[in-house]
């Protein structure tokens, strides 16, 4: 501060910062930019994934407590159904297992119904599984090719930094600064894209193996139970109890002397 008053003081005007982020990509034309307009795409994309998926993941986390509780209570598969979201994947199993059950009675081959029914359910996993699976090979991408493409705007901008030094005739600071700021700029901004898509990539497929590990064991429930005509269910968990209102205590009888009534 005490510079900048002697420099007004003087008549002189305070020197410019000319190697600012936005002078680099100035300076490094539509290749640069085209290069931060790719990555920006790929942390916005990474981050839109992350986020839908997360939703998208805990609302089948959260519909499984009224499985637990609910809908093995329930008489029978149907009426279990009817207790559940008409667009959870838990309703979709259920579903697919009744109309397995109906489509075998009308087969005139000799294909055992648990064959039949356990492929159906299996192919009901598949595409739950399948649905929840969208998006992160988009955040592998990102993860294995953000830093590249990082790499790529710094090479660039290295070689403009030896084409300045050639033309200036030597490697004064003013001619390579402005090049070498934007190839360091390049790599940063690759990598704080890769990081989080491999973190959100890694931390979504655990996700998605608790929720097949739950799809899996539902289904055999469910293969249990049509084959048994509802005798074989899992455990239900007990639903948790009303806390009851404290009750009052009891009234004092009166007491009375002996041959004294009491008073009234």
Do not use: C
Not at 116 to 131: F, T, Y
């Amino acid at each position: 501060m005490i510079i900048n008053i002697l420099a007004a003081a003087g008549g002189e005007a305070a020197p410019q910062n000319k190697f600012g982020f936005v002078e680099a990509l100035n300076q490094g034309g539509i290749i640069a930019y085209s290069i931060f307009a790719i990555l920006v795409i790929m942390s916005v994309g990474s981050f839109y994934i992350l986020i839908t998926k997360w939703l998208e993941q805990q609302k089948i986390l959260n519909q499984y407590k009224a499985i637990r509780t609910n809908f093995w209570r329930a008489p029978s598969l149907k009426e279990g159904a009817a207790k559940l979201d008409k667009n959870s994947a838990w309703r979709q199993i259920v579903d697919d297992g009744l109309a397995a059950e109906d489509q075998h009675g009308k087969m005139t081959d000799s294909l055992e119904a648990h064959d039949w029914l356990h492929g159906s359910l299996a192919r009901s996993e598949a595409a739950v599984n399948s649905k929840l699976a969208g998006g992160l090979p988009f955040l592998a991408t990102v993860g294995a090719t953000a830093p590249f493409v990082g790499l790529l705007g710094t090479v660039i901008g290295i070689y403009r930094a030896l084409i300045a030094i050639g033309l200036a005739g030597s490697a004064s600071i003013d001619k390579v600064a402005g090049p070498v700021g934007e190839a360091l700029i390049m790599t940063a901004i690759g990598l704080l894209v890769a990081v989080p898509a491999v973190l959100a990539y890694n931390w979504l497929q655990a996700r998605n193996k608790r929720i097949a590990e739950l799809l899996s064991g539902f289904s055999t429930d469910i293969l249990a139970n049509i084959n048994s005509k509802g005798a074989v269910k899992p455990a239900v968990q007990a639903a948790p109890a009303a806390k009851a209102a404290p009750k009052a205590p009891a009234a004092k009888p009166a007491t009375t002397t002996a041959g004294v009534s009491p008073k009234k």
